[in-house]
């Protein structure tokens, strides 16, 4: 599940880059994922599997909140890019939908096959 959060990560950044018409190469999609994958990583691995695999609250919550702060400032300190206020708020929705939403479904499905 770690893989999938990453690997939606790496999408938010390719979905942000060709909204605006942007370089799609390896290059150019490590500068905007990276900043959010590092923290993500690092925090995640800090939190025991099973509570990171399904858990919306509040192990879900920390990492989409602590990427999402993380992430600008590790811009800044890693490629010299500032974040619009615009670009925060996009990135909150985005990396909620994807952190968040992929957990509601795994709970779902989790439940679902526990239910005779």
Request: aromatic residues 6%.
């Amino acid at each position: 599940m770690l893989a999938i959060d990453a690997i939606l990560i790496v999408i938010f950044a390719i979905i942000g880059i060709s909204s605006h018409e942007g370089d799609l190469g390896p290059a150019n999609i490590a500068r905007v994922a990276v900043p959010f994958l590092l923290p993500y990583l690092v925090l995640a691995a800090t939190i025991k599997p099973t509570r990171l695999i399904h858990n919306i609250f509040p192990a879900g919550v920390a990492l989409w909140v602590l990427t999402l702060i993380l992430g600008p400032i590790l811009r800044i300190v890693l490629f010299q890019d500032t974040s619009a206020p615009a670009f925060i708020l996009v990135t909150a929705a985005v990396l909620g939908i994807f952190l968040l939403g992929r957990r509601s479904i795994s709970t779902l499905v989790t439940r679902a096959r526990k239910t005779p």
